[in-house]
Structures are given as C-alpha cells and as structure tokens.
DNA sequence: CAGTGGTCTAGACCACCAT
DNA sequence: TGGTGGTCTAGACCACTGC
C-alpha cells in the first residue's frame, strides 16, 4: 500500500493569518475598522490567544493591521496620517516641504501588451489611465503615470480624483474597497523626453529617476502599474537596507 | 520631596536584545559562530526561555543572527552565499549573470569634509579610499568608490582586496571584524561625467544612477560610505515597499 | 539518540484607553 | 473601572540536525 503523503501543514498561526487576510479582502473588516479582540479570534478560530497574537505580530509586521494598546486591533488605512507617503520614497535634499497635486488627465484606454502582462490581464482589457504631476514649492518635480484595471475601479474619472482630498490610495480604498499592501518598485536613469521635459519644466535630454513600480493588494494581487519619472535634481529617492 | 521620575525600562527582552548585540559588537561570538542555546542564555540573562527567544526572534529580523531548527543559532556572515548581494538592488533586466569585479585603486587620504561628516570623523581625519569597477559578461556596469576609517581598516591595500576571493563585506568582517549590519541609500539620477562615461564605456551626458550609500555596522556606527554610479540601459535597481 | 529550535498552550500581571 | 493589548513566565510536545 502507497504510503499516503504526510500533507505538512502550515502552522497554526499560519492558517490564522491567512484566514484573517481571507476576511479582509471579503470586506468583513473594513480600513479603519477594529477588528475583534485577541479572546474573541482565538475563539472563533479554536486556538489559543498566543496562537493569535502570533497571527497578529505577522500581518503588523506587513502593515495590514495595527494595534493599539489598550484600544484594540486596526485594519490599517491609507487615509491615516501616518501611511499618506508610505511608497513615496522620494525626499527633499533638505527635507523641506510637501507635495500637491496637479491632475493631468483620467481616461478609459485598452490594456497594451505590457500593461496587460503586469497586472494579469488579458491584452485590451479595459483600463483605466491616470496621469498627473507632483509639484513641490510650486516646481514640478514628479510625473505620474498610472494603470489600473477598470473592473476594480469602475466610475473612476477625472472628477472623482479632483473632488477628494487625500492620497490616491485613500480614494482607492475608501471608494473602492481596494487596499495596497506592498509594491514592487524597478529604478533605472533615462533622460527626459520631449513631453516628460516639457511638463517638468526640464531641458530635454535631463536625466530623470524612472520608477516602475507593481502594486498589491489583499492576497498578492496586482492591481496598479505606475510609472514615475522623479526630477532628482533637489530631491532624492531614500532606501532602507537591512 | 520632588516625585523621582520613574525612568520607563525597556522591556526585558529588548534589555536582552541589546547586551547581545553589545557582546557582538565586542567580538564575544564571530561571524559564523553558534550563540549559546536559547536555554543557555536564558540562564545567563536571568530570564525566561521565552523571553530570550523574543530577543532572538528580533534579531533574526535585522539579520543580525540567523537560527537553524536542531542545528542552534549563529552570527549573520556576508561569507554565506545567500548574504553576497544583500546590499545591491542592481539586476539584470532578464535576471541573468552575475558580477565580477575590477579594483581601479586603493589608497590612503584625509577625509573631505563630506566623508568626515558622514562617518562622523573629524575633517582630514585619514580614511582608506576604494575605487572599483563591476562587470557582467564584460561590460561595465557600476562604477563604485567608497571610503572607510582607517583606524577601523588599518592595513587594507589593493593587494589584500586582490587576495579576497569573495565580497568587499566579507573581507571587511573576516580581516578587521567589522559586519556591516544596515544601510541607507539616496539615489537620484545624474549625467555621467567624463571620467565616469570613459570608465563605464559609454557616451558623455548618459544619465546614469547614482547611489550614495552609508553603512553601519553593530551599534549603529557608521562605517562606510560609498557612491556608485550604475548604468541601467539593462540593469535595474529593485525594490520592495510594504 | 541527545540537543536544538519551532509550535502551541495556559495563565499572571501590567500599561494604557475609553467611559 | 472594565476591556484592550504588552510583557513575562512555565512547560508540553514536535521537527530537525548531527553524531
């Protein structure tokens, strides 16, 4: 008799973790909301509080929640002051001053090749293009393209970005219940061309920080392609090693 | 009588967390060496197992120390295959080939006031600089020079570079026990200038990245800074945001 | 097989927050 | 003051490594 193969499973904080981020891209938690306390998830999830905790430490550890002592566990939001810039890496060489925003344009486009292979697609699907501008005391400093797949963000238009407040991601979030977890980001230097030079008020030729960048949302799904060209001239792009 | 200000401890574990790195710092375990058992130091600190578990759970976080389930816990080395490139993002668009290296020089000079300040020396302090050159499949790609305190480097030449079979980071903690444990970057993109553009074989102006670096080893002293220009008509630096 | 780290449990006590 | 997360302890059992 074949021996039947031993199936070695995940830890039991594990399988907590990954049901808890299950839940979140149902929607059963929402960003900003409490989720319920340590007792009442090792209830529900027949396990002891330790073996939560541990589920907890991890998805804080990705920024999916965050906890507060005494008051409870958060599902993390882009709308918090804390997370407005968390992947905007680019600083001022003297760490001075914010961004605004200026809207270029919000159109309805079919996916191209490229598009369509980044965020699993299939080629012409419809998406949506944003463009815009960073400026920073009144220079332009980033030009900000960016893809996302219609289905996920039907009724996004020009206005809807110009009547809110906050980050994109907050609008992503908060209108389309479509949280960013963690994105991946590809840098190389190109010079600018002649549009890319115009709007950022740059010679052509200018060589301009591109910055490519994947972006996730609950259960490693990519949701956004951007793409960025930063004029690096007072500013520079900050990394972390470790 | 004025209330004494109650002086909030750190918690045990981060207590814990500290001397190790302390007794790191100081030489009492090497790179590649095993700590003692959780049990052990558990013992020594006058604490729980588990509490000395937390501390060594952070410092496998940082990279400080890596554990082996039935084998014990050891120091972090840049000698391990998997910590070569710990420290360069830079690859391949196609993912493909791998780096060799080509030292331009090594030489002995006083600190500028720029790499005084980064590595908190005074001015013309004397520091050791580096100057190489990195190659896949014989083209040129990173232009790299760097520039270390010669009271932690005393007798670092180009002969003892040229001897080193492995990475810069190796050598460093091999012959002077100095490991570097993090690092920050700033990156922007620049115009290659003359020397630059002959070194990397390419056209004078070619926008280049560049990549200043600080490193530091255990403690946070820094110990090294070093500037990079990459070429990135086919390479990319990578990066992960969460 | 002895020793190591990995998982899981159970419970005590504390610090903090809201009410 | 009650409920929350943060710390710390104690111990059982398992999985893996190396002799």
Request: glycine letters at 6%; aromatic letters at 6%; charged letters at 30%.
């Amino acid at each position: 008799m074949p021996s039947t193969k031993p199936r070695p499973l995940a830890p039991l904080y594990e399988q907590i973790r990954q049901l808890i981020v299950a839940a979140l891209a149902a929607g059963e938690w929402r960003p900003g909301d409490a989720l319920p306390s340590e007792a009442a998830l090792a209830e529900r999830f027949g396990a002891s509080p330790g073996t939560v905790r541990r589920a907890l430490d991890e998805l804080t550890a990705e920024h999916l929640v965050e906890r507060r002592q005494g008051s409870g566990t958060f599902v993390s939001t882009h709308a918090a002051p804390r997370q407005q810039f968390r992947f905007l890496r680019l600083v001022a060489d003297d760490a001075a001053g914010s961004f605004t925003r200026e809207l270029l344009g919000c159109r309805r486009m079919r996916a191209t090749a490229e598009v369509a292979r980044a965020l699993g697609l299939r080629t012409a699907e419809p998406v949506i293009e944003v463009r815009r501008l960073l400026h920073r005391r009144d220079r332009p400093v980033v030009l900000d393209e960016l893809w996302l797949p219609e289905r996920h963000f039907e009724g996004l238009t020009a206005d809807v970005i110009r009547n809110h407040p906050g980050a994109l991601y907050a609008l992503f979030e908060a209108r389309f219940g479509v949280h960013m977890v963690r994105a991946e980001e590809k840098l190389r230097a190109l010079a600018a061309a002649p549009e890319a030079a115009r709007l950022l008020q740059v010679p052509e030729g200018e060589p301009l920080l591109s910055v490519e960048r994947l972006a996730y949302t609950y259960g490693d799904r990519p949701v956004e392609l951007r793409r960025g060209l930063y004029h690096t001239s007072a500013d520079h792009y900050r990394n972390e090693l470790n």
